[in-house]
Structures are given as structure tokens and as C-alpha cells.
């Protein structure tokens, strides 16, 4: 007998670059995703974050274990451009992760381009509708 909705650690191996993002998702490559993502030089994974208000420094574990490989971190915060809690921007700083943070839409046209110019960039993207 089911007993539920099981969440598994969704993953993506590839670098694709983002073909469409909105209705509360994306999609690359062969793949689509609903909800937040985390674009890493190991490949995408889904990312537990709901919103702005849910990220704390523990959502940045994956990218944190992936550090040395990461030149550049751009963090999409949504509809609109929004501030992180400045503790969590401070503390990834100080692991010596460079941070742009911007609203989702330009947070995918610029890791798209950084993608095709083979840039070691990673993204933790919030959906939008």
C-alpha cells in the first residue's frame, strides 16, 4: 500500500543551458522541472527551497561541496530582484564564493551566456510564474 508522496533527490548530470522558464519551472535538455533549481558544476539538481523567506545558508550545502569548481554564483530570486538575509551573502563570501544576486529571469539569460562561454558558473534559481 502507497504511503505517500516520496521526494528523491532529482538530478541532472548535464550542462544544458535554460530553453524556457516560467509557470513555476524550467526546462533544459531533455528535462523539465517544477519549482526551484540548483544549476552546479556537477549538474542540476531540484533545490528545497519554497521561497526568498526559506533560504538559509544550509540551501547552499550542495554548493558549498562544490566550492573549488565555482567561479561565479548567480542566485535568482524570482519575479522581482530581491536582498538574501545578508548573514547568509556574508558567510558564502567568506567561504569564497563570488555572489550576484538578481531577479530569475536575469539570473537565466546570464548563466546562459557564461554556459556558452564555458564559464565554471553555478545558479540557485527560484521559479517564477
Not at 35 to 50: K, Q, Y
Not at 103 to 125: C, F, Y
Request: proline share 4%; net charge negative.
Amino acid at each position: 500500500m502507497a504511503t505517500g508522496l516520496e521526494m528523491v533527490d532529482a538530478f541532472y548530470p548535464g550542462h544544458d543551458p535554460i530553453d524556457y522558464y516560467g509557470d513555476g519551472g524550467f526546462r533544459f535538455g531533455p528535462m523539465s522541472h517544477q519549482g526551484a533549481v540548483m544549476f552546479l558544476p556537477s549538474g542540476i539538481r531540484r533545490w528545497d527551497v519554497t521561497g526568498l523567506n526559506d533560504i538559509a545558508l544550509n540551501s547552499f550545502d550542495k554548493i558549498l561541496a562544490e566550492k573549488e569548481d565555482i567561479e561565479i554564483l548567480l542566485i535568482g530570486t524570482g519575479q522581482q530582484m530581491s536582498f538574501l538575509n545578508r548573514s547568509v551573502t556574508d558567510a558564502l563570501r567568506k567561504q569564497g564564493i563570488k555572489i550576484e544576486v538578481m531577479d530569475t529571469s536575469a539570473a537565466v539569460g546570464t548563466l546562459n551566456i557564461l554556459l556558452s562561454e564555458g564559464r565554471a558558473v553555478a545558479a540557485a534559481l527560484l521559479p517564477v510564474d
